[in-house]
T-cell receptor, first 117, second 109 residues
Framework: GAGVSQSPRYKVAKRGQDVALRCDPISGHVSLFWYQQALGQGPEFLTYFQNEAQLDKSGLPSDRFFAERPEGSVSTLKIQRTQQEDSAVYLC???????????????FGPGTRLLVL | RKEVEQDPGPFNVPEGATVAFNCTYSNSASQSFFWYRQDCRKEPKLLMSVYSSGNEDGRFTAQLNRASQYISLLIRDSKLSDSATYLCVGTSNTGKLIFGQGTTLQVKP
């Protein structure tokens, strides 16, 4: 079946522009995660949804970053007034379910490669 | 100190070699453990889970030592296709994955 999809795959933004990154999780997956991966580093957690509820946004680097999942399926990560340090790959992952003490496999999308000039 | 730490390498080995990667983790990343594989410009993909009893999948063996907060991955009989970055991953009690920096493996003919 279809995996996690993300769009756009590549985005070039001028400093100060707003961007919106989309994630379509695997159908039926309850949990959705966003990660940021800088060059040469492992992915870093940004935020987590269970259905439409944003249960953890502790990884969002500043109030310029905002994520939503209004109907519990597709999610959008929005970055306002982009800065050069926002340049990274933004990865979305989904899993059937996650709860305390139990970890379902997370399946990753191909990522959106963001370059801020 | 990072929550999951691993040597970034690179590890350059000949085909057929055995190679071992290690990583250490902190208490906040100690719920469950995994090794993910990431090819250049691709997304991470689950390689295997890691259990205290050890876990073997073909040429790959993963081991967890909770007393030392240490995780290992052993690859036997390396293939050219094993060339990739190997990410050591812990999880928090909320389910978020906590990644190490990744260890780069290059298998040469």
């Amino acid at each position: 079946g279809a995996g996690v999809s993300q769009s756009p795959r590549y985005k070039v933004a001028k400093r100060g522009q707003d961007v919106a990154l989309r994630c379509d999780p695997i159908s039926g997956h309850v949990s959705l995660f966003w990660y940021q991966q800088a060059l040469g580093q492992g992915p870093e957690f940004l935020t987590y949804f269970q259905n439409e509820a944003q249960l953890d946004k502790s990884g969002l680097p500043s109030d310029r970053f905002f994520a939503e999942r209004p109907e519990g399926s597709v999610s959008t990560l929005k970055i306002q007034r982009t800065q050069q340090e926002d340049s990274a790959v933004y990865l979305c992952a989904s899993s059937f379910f996650s709860r305390k003490g139990y970890q379902e496999t997370q399946y990753f999308g191909p990522g959106t490669r963001l370059l801020v000039l | 100190r990072k929550e999951v730490e691993q040597d970034p390498g690179p590890f350059n080995v000949p085909e057929g070699a055995t190679v071992a990667f290690n990583c250490t983790y902190s208490n906040s990343a100690s719920q469950s453990f995994f090794w993910y594989r990431q090819d250049c410009r691709k997304e991470p993909k689950l390689l295997m889970s890691v259990y205290s009893s050890g876990n073997e999948d073909g040429r790959f063996t993963a081991q967890l030592n909770r007393a030392s907060q240490y995780i290992s991955l052993l690859i036997r009989d390396s293939k050219l296709s094993d060339s990739a970055t190997y990410l050591c991953v812990g999880t928090s009690n909320t389910g978020k994955l906590i990644f190490g920096q990744g260890t780069t493996l290059q298998v040469k003919p």
